[in-house]
């Protein structure tokens, strides 16, 4: 028995909209509305995430959006670009990331490359336990003649894994010094 077209229902197509239909520049365009619509970021990331200036001065140079993480009050930063990763922007976020001192360490992009998706995982499990990567892939769609809308996707995030591994090492090295100095100290003493 096949269903009668009144069960059948309407469904429009999402299709893709270039990024530059909606933001045709990066600076003046796409950084502006990122700092309006920060909960868009704020819930990809999973992050209570304050945004609160745009083009902030890092010596000679200008990061996109730095902000803070309200959950502990560290630093955060955005980099973004309405293009695939490329070696420059990945130097840029880097020297910002120092330069600012950020705990929080967001890269948006159009399209992550892989060597950039490693290298921003290789980040996270080295950097220390209270420092975090995010690789946001950015999109534009569109269902018919809607507006388009905004589709963010986490493509490189924390390992929760690799920070559990770490806290084990410090641990075991925390241990190991103890018992070093219990040896030395007393050694110490009677020289």
């Known amino acids: ?19 530059r239909d909606v933001w045709p520049n990066e600076a003046t365009s796409f950084t502006p509305w990122l700092l309006q619509n920060q909960d868009v970021l704020a819930e990809v990331l999973q992050l209570d995430i304050s945004l609160e200036e745009s083009e902030a001065r890092v010596g ?11 959950e502990d ?25 120092g330069g600012m001192d950020a705990k929080t360490v967001v890269w948006i992009a159009s399209e992550f490359r892989a060597e950039h998706r490693q290298a921003l995982d290789w980040l996270n499990r080295v950097s220390d336990r209270d420092t975090h990567f995010y690789g946001v892939e950015v999109e534009a769609v569109q269902i018919g003649d809607s507006l388009p809308a905004p589709q963010l996707s986490l493509v ?4 929760s894994f690799s920070e559990d591994m770490r806290a084990e090492d410090d641990d075991a090295w925390m241990v190991e010094r103890g ?13």
Do not use: C
């Open 1 to 19: 028995m096949s269903p009668s077209k009144s069960q059948i229902p309407s469904l429009g197509r999402v299709k893709r909209v270039p990024l």
């Open 60 to 70: 000679r140079y200008s990061l996109d959006l730095l902000g803070v993480n309200n």
């Open 73 to 97: 009050n560290s630093k955060v930063i955005v980099e973004n670009q309405l293009e695939n990763t490329n070696h420059g922007h990945l130097g840029q976020l880097l020297v910002y990331a």
């Open 156 to 159: 490189v995030e924390p390992n």
């Open 179 to 191: 018992s070093r100095y219990k040896r030395f100290w007393p050694q110490f003493f009677e020289v």
